[in-house]
């Protein structure tokens, strides 16, 4: 039942526009045999402007898999994606708990829960099965200190530094765990022994040497320092809407949101009720990422993980008894069998469905595809910033856009004016003029503010199509150009 509800929610249709972009760099890494140095496809001068490739290792995966699979085959590695995220975080509790399996299934089953609402083909995903690996092997290193395992961890940094940047939290976590043994030693009677010490030592000394390993990537120290400004940066907190506060008011109806506080909220309950089983490190461990994911809606997806790591080490000797194990095992099976019934009747945690994901998809209908794939289509492109990703995957560089999903690098400035385009029609024509501009890409609301500026008539833009989604627009004195 477990496996039918996790599924269920995990084969999604691709709705992440990274991932076209992501993709498409990846093939250009693959062909070319390095990574590009300029974000390159826009038709602007902004296209000299550096390219942070801080995610350069998960573009060639996608360019892989979707040589491998195809379009068609995507969803289907969105469910072998949930399930192995259900059994790192199910394996990971089983260790926690002294082998309590229907207690591990269970909290797998809600950290698939609380990260479904982020459940997208992005490298996102592949960090969040790095820091699973990363905790596997800190756990093992807390019980019994191996070399190999320390080594494995390293090199998880190492990988995690090329994919994503929450990288960061690696010499983080190690740290806590530093500070969390030193601190049980100290506040448990007779508990401070040589080995917590050693231990202690061991992870205060492998929290820098994780930091020195996350240096191991194309650009070095920069790597750091842009992590690090860029989760303070002012574009990115108000163009961005996963950088948003979690408790922006438009995130109100958003069903993960509530997910994630009742499983933060419940997870607090028990550690209060069990409080004498607690370790430092569990604590720590906790209040960290609650803080994260209070500030940050993207953030909220690391609850469900903390509380697969955090609620097992509290488990009732009396639970493992085997008539309460097999009471434990229909709470299961109750459990999921509700999941996947609102699931059914709702769709997951974002709203999509294995055949459907409208709320959430700004993927390109195949409607729309089938006009941009027009080999008579060429020129710049004034497009929607949802848009420019899957634009330059599709066309490019027959058609190069305006712009494309990479804020972090055209900057919060030339953002802004991307979006200033479709609200002053003295920039907008300037714009067009000096560069060109034969065609707009637009989503429903930029074209209906489009509309409202006094240029837009049929004597200087013409509909080429639209559909639900997007509108594509050709200037007026090229109409049969291209036929």
């Known amino acids: 039942m477990i496996v039918a509800a996790v599924t269920f929610i995990s084969v999604v249709p691709q ?13 250009l890494i693959a062909q070319n045999h390095a990574i590009p140095k300029t974000i390159l496809f826009p038709f602007t001068e902004i296209r000299d402007a550096r390219f942070n490739a801080h995610e350069w290792l998960p573009s060639l995966l996608f360019y892989w898999l979707i040589n491998t699979v195809g379009e068609d085959g995507l969803p289907f590695v969105m469910g072998f994606a949930g399930l192995a995220f259900f059994c790192a975080m199910t394996w990971l509790a089983y260790r926690r708990s002294e082998r309590s399996l229907p207690l591990a299934m269970l909290l797998g089953l809600l950290a698939v829960g609380v990260e479904n609402q982020r459940h997208y083909l992005r490298p996102e995903l592949v960090s969040l099965f790095l820091l699973g690996f990363y905790w596997h092997l800190l756990e093992t290193c807390r019980r019994r200190p191996q ?53 202690a030592k061991a992870f205060a000394i492998f929290s820098i040497a994780a930091l020195a390993a996350s240096l ?67 604590v720590l461990l906790f209040f960290m990422f609650l803080a994260l994911a209070l500030n940050t809606i993207r953030f909220l997806v690391y609850l469900g993980m903390v509380a697969a790591y955090v609620l097992p080490a509290l488990l009732p000797s009396e639970w493992q008894a085997p008539k309460n194990r097999t ?121 209906h503010l489009l509309e409202k500026l006094p240029n837009w008539t049929e004597k200087h833009w013409s509909i080429r199509a639209m559909d639900q989604k997007a509108v594509l627009l050709e200037r007026a004195d090229l109409l049969g150009q291209a036929q």
């Open 147 to 199: 070399i190999l395992a320390w080594m494995s961890a390293l090199l998880v940094v190492v990988l995690w530094a090329n994919t994503h940047g929450s990288f960061i939290l690696a010499p983080i976590i190690a740290a806590i765990y530093a500070v969390g043994l030193w601190a049980d030693g100290k506040l448990t009677v007779n508990a401070w022994d040589e080995s917590q010490k050693a231990k």
């Open 15 to 27: 709705v992440s526009n990274d991932f076209w972009l992501q993709a498409k760099v990846g093939e």
């Open 327 to 447: 009471r434990a095992y229909a709470v299961c099976t109750a459990a999921s069998g509700l999941v996947l019934g609102l699931a059914i009747q709702f769709g997951n945690a974002f709203g999509a469905f294995p055949h459907m994901a409208w709320a959430t998809n700004t993927s390109f209908s195949n409607f729309m595809v089938k006009q941009l794939s027009d080999p008579n289509l060429k020129g710049n492109v004034i497009n929607s910033y949802d848009y420019g990703a899957e634009l330059v995957y599709r066309a490019y560089p027959r058609l190069r856009p305006s712009i494309d999903s990479r804020i972090d690098s055209y900057g919060g400035a030339y953002t802004v004016l991307n979006d200033r385009l479709f609200l002053e029609d003295e920039l907008l024509t300037e714009f067009v003029k000096d560069y060109d501009v034969r065609y707009m890409l637009l989503n429903q609301r930029d074209f």
């Open 216 to 282: 191991i990537n194309p650009v070095g120290t920069e790597l750091l320092e842009f992590v690090l400004d860029f989760s303070h940066s002012d574009a990115a907190k108000v163009m961005v809407a996963e950088w948003l506060s979690t408790f922006d008011p438009r995130f109100r109806e958003m069903r993960g949101l509530w997910i994630s506080l009742v499983c933060a909220g419940v997870t607090a309950a028990v550690m209060l009720i069990r409080w004498r089983k607690l370790s430092a490190v569990d």
